[in-house]
């Protein structure tokens, strides 16, 4: 692998990090494929990806949260994009809004999941089990796996996320 040299990386470590970059975006594409693909088996096929992941995370609450409580959970920077996304949910009687009590601030809305998102929710969820976790459970130990990886990528998520600070407070920007 040393051997090997590409534009964005010129040691190994980098060659590395750079097919795990390209890895992540063939995954990202290909998870997004398939969850369209249950959410339209599910009924839900005039949802975007961003809107079927808002409304997953509503209707798996337990309690109504804030649209800023649902972007941080969802590590979303632009909450705009959000109260977008719950007012198109809202719109189609997915997601229900409120006010929020005064411990959230009384001015405050917060998101629930309606009857009907909570029963297409479920529906995904099924179908999910079907096309999904059956086929997972055959890979030898797919839970420890899942897990180790799951913790991997949350500590990746924070090096990436403080890594992109540094670059936006020490790097200008340049025109050509």
């Not at 995904?124 to 999904?132: E, K, N, S």
Request: aromatic content about 8%; some cysteine; proline content about 1%.
């Amino acid at each position: 692998m040393a051997a090997f040299r590409t534009s964005l990386g010129k040691s190994g470590h980098e060659v590395v990090t750079t097919e795990f970059e390209w890895a992540v975006l063939k995954f990202q594409r290909a998870f997004e494929r398939y969850c369209l693909q249950v959410a339209n088996a599910a009924g839900l096929e005039a949802l975007s990806f961003s809107e079927l992941e808002l409304l997953i995370v509503v209707c798996l609450q337990e309690e109504p949260r804030a649209a800023a409580q649902i972007a941080r959970q969802m590590n979303e920077d632009a909450v705009n994009l959000v109260h977008y996304g719950l007012g198109k949910l809202a719109a189609c009687d997915l997601v229900r809004k409120a006010r929020g009590t005064r411990a959230v601030g009384g001015k405050t809305f917060v998101y629930s999941g309606t009857d009907k998102g909570r029963k297409l929710v479920d529906r995904y969820v099924a179908i999910r089990h079907d096309v999904l976790t059956e086929q997972t459970r055959q890979i030898e130990k797919v839970d420890e796996r899942m897990f180790a990886t799951t913790k991997f990528l949350s500590l990746l998520a924070s090096v990436y996320d403080e890594s992109g600070r540094v670059a936006a407070t020490h790097y200008p920007l340049h025109t050509a």
